[in-house]
């Protein structure tokens, strides 16, 4: 179980990452489209929490300054460990200031980051495979490869409980 402070993105970006997680379904690859609850939404997380009082970091995080919506360009293709696949965007000094302020401030509520969103070891990506096997991923590639480059617009932010999909919209894009 976790709980993510997640960057959501336009309808336009969104139904492009829902029609590639179909294309990648329809390979019998599995997608965050059917991942656990399947009530999972193209997303990108600026941390995640293994530990938190979900009233405190909404505060903490609602207590930022919203800097308003931006848009990232995924050009890469990033296999994780446990066959996690994901897209890399393009690195933007903005986009790591931001992920940090955000780490700051629900670090500061005593929530447990995820050692992988931890200060300075953050790698910026959204999920588009959640079990992919080695044997997989040419499929994988060839697939996500047609759509990149891919520019999003991030239009919004989220608490998102991982394992019920339960969403609390912030009112700020830090």
């Known amino acids: 179980m976790a709980l993510g402070v997640c960057l959501l993105f336009d309808t336009r970006s969104a139904r492009a990452l829902r029609d590639l997680w179909s294309r990648l379904e329809a390979a019998g690859i599995a997608t965050l489209a059917t991942h656990t609850h399947g009530r999972h939404h193209p997303h990108l997380s600026y941390v995640v929490l293994l530990d938190w009082d979900v009233d405190a970091v909404h505060a903490a995080v609602a207590a930022l300054p919203d800097h308003g919506p ?94 019920t999909g339960r969403t609390w919209t912030l009112p700020v894009l830090p």
């Open 70 to 163: 931006f848009e990232i360009t995924f050009d890469a293709l990033a296999a994780f460990r446990r066959g996690r696949v994901s897209l890399v965007p393009a690195p933007a000094a903005d986009l790591l200031t931001r992920q940090q302020a955000v780490v700051r401030a629900v670090s500061g509520t005593g929530a447990r980051v995820h050692r992988h969103y931890a200060l300075d070891r953050w790698l910026p990506h959204s999920s588009v495979a959640t079990r992919s096997a080695t044997r997989e991923l040419p499929a994988v590639a060839s697939l996500v490869y047609e759509i990149l480059p891919l520019t999003v617009r991030v239009t919004s932010a989220a608490l998102i409980d991982s394992a």
